[in-house]
C-alpha cells in the first residue's frame, strides 16, 4: 500500500484519505486549504487505490455507469488502513471524495478506530448502503456530510437517488445523537473534489 502524507507527522490529529490518480494531483492543493481553513495542525495520510470499484466497494453490485462492475474488496483494505491507525494519544479521522467517501462511512460501521467522518459527496447511491448503515450503525460520534447542488439532477436512475439518500442519512444519524453536518456545494459531482474533501476535513479538525 502506497501513502503520501502531508501537514505534520507530530500531530495528534491523523487524517486517513482513500485516493486514486485523479485525487492525487491535487492533494497537495487540498492540504494546504485544510491549513487554511482549520490550521496547520494535522497529519493527512493519502492512501493510493490500485482498483477503485473494487477495492473500496463493501459488497459487489453491478455497474451503474460504463462497464465496470463494483468488486467488494473494502475489507481488505480496511485491514489495511487500520495499519495505519496512529498509537494512543492521537485521534483518527477517517474521509474522501466520492466512492472514498462512501468507504469512509462504511468503515466506521465495520470499527470504532475513528473519531469521525469526512464524507465528500459520498457515493450513498450504493444499492442496499444506507440500509447497511441503519442497520449496523456508525461507531464514531461525528460525521461530515456534503454533495453537490446538481449531483441529483442526472439521468441515470441509480445515481440521481443520491439526494433523497444523503438527505435521510443526515436526518438520521442526527436523530440517534450524532454531531453530523449536511453541507451542499455549487456544481455538479466532478467540481472542485480537493476544496470539498478539505472542506470535510476542517470541519472535522475545528470541532476536534
Known amino acids: 500500500m502506497i501513502t503520501y502524507e502531508y501537514g505534520s507527522p507530530a500531530s495528534r490529529r491523523v487524517l486517513i484519505q482513500p485516493v486514486d490518480d485523479h485525487d492525487l494531483a491535487g492533494i497537495e492543493n487540498e492540504a494546504a486549504a485544510i491549513a487554511a481553513l482549520a490550521g496547520p495542525d494535522f497529519h493527512l495520510i493519502a492512501v493510493k487505490i490500485e482498483d477503485w470499484n473494487r477495492d473500496l466497494s463493501p459488497w459487489e453490485a453491478p455497474a451503474v455507469f460504463g462497464k465496470e462492475a463494483f468488486g467488494g474488496g473494502a475489507e481488505q483494505t480496511l485491514a489495511e ?29 465495520r470499527t470504532d478506530a ?86 470535510a476535513f476542517a470541519w472535522m479538525l475545528r470541532k476536534s
Not at 494512543?88 to 462504511?106: E, H, M, N
Not at 454533495?147 to 441529483?152: I, N, S
Open 81 to 109: 488502513i487500520l495499519l495505519l491507525c496512529p498509537e494512543k494519544g492521537k485521534r483518527c479521522f477517517i474521509g474522501g471524495y466520492s466512492l472514498a467517501g462512501l468507504f469512509a462511512l462504511w468503515a466506521a460501521c
Open 114 to 199: 475513528f473519531a469521525g467522518v469526512a464524507a465528500a459527496s459520498p457515493s450513498v447511491w450504493f444499492p442496499g448502503f444506507t440500509d447497511y448503515v441503519q442497520e449496523r450503525g456508525l461507531q464514531c460520534g461525528r460525521v461530515y456530510l456534503s454533495l453537490g447542488d446538481r449531483e441529483e439532477k442526472t439521468r441515470n436512475p441509480v445515481m440521481a437517488t443520491v439526494g433523497d439518500r444523503i438527505r435521510a442519512l443526515s436526518a438520521w444519524l442526527s436523530a440517534r445523537g450524532t454531531d453530523c453536518v449536511l453541507e451542499w456545494n455549487p456544481g455538479n459531482h466532478f467540481r472542485d473534489p480537493d476544496l470539498r474533501t478539505a472542506k
